[in-house]
C-alpha cells in the first residue's frame, strides 16, 4: 500500500504486501512429489509401449501400400498438376 500527500506529491508511507506462504504443509507436499515420480515412471513408460507398437505399425502399412503398388503393374508415375497444363 502507498500513501502519497497529495499537495507535494511525495510519497509519505508504503506497506509491502504480505505475500502468502507457496507451501502451507511441508510433510503433504512431500508425498506429492513421491508420489509424482512414480506417475511420471508410469506415463513414461506408456509413452514407450506406444512409441514401439507406432513403428510396427507404420512398418505394416508401408508394407502393405508397397505390395498394392506392385501388384496393380502400373508402372507409368502418377501426372503432376503442371503436366496437365
Excluded at 506406444?50 to 501400400?65: C, H, I, P, V
Excluded at 501388384?71 to 497444363?85: N, T, V
Aim: positive net charge.
Amino acid at each position: 500500500m502507498l500513501k502519497v500527500d497529495a499537495v507535494t506529491e511525495a510519497v509519505i508511507s508504503h506497506k509491502v504486501p504480505e505475500k502468502p506462504r507457496a507451501i502451507e504443509d511441508l510433510a503433504a507436499e512431500v508425498e506429492k512429489l513421491k508420489g509424482a515420480s512414480g506417475r511420471r515412471e508410469e506415463l513414461f513408460r506408456k509413452q514407450m509401449e506406444a512409441e514401439r507398437g507406432q513403428s510396427t505399425l507404420l512398418n505394416r502399412k508401408f508394407d502393405e501400400l508397397l505390395k498394392d503398388v506392385k501388384q496393380s503393374g502400373d508402372k507409368k508415375p502418377p501426372k503432376r498438376a503442371f503436366d496437365l497444363d
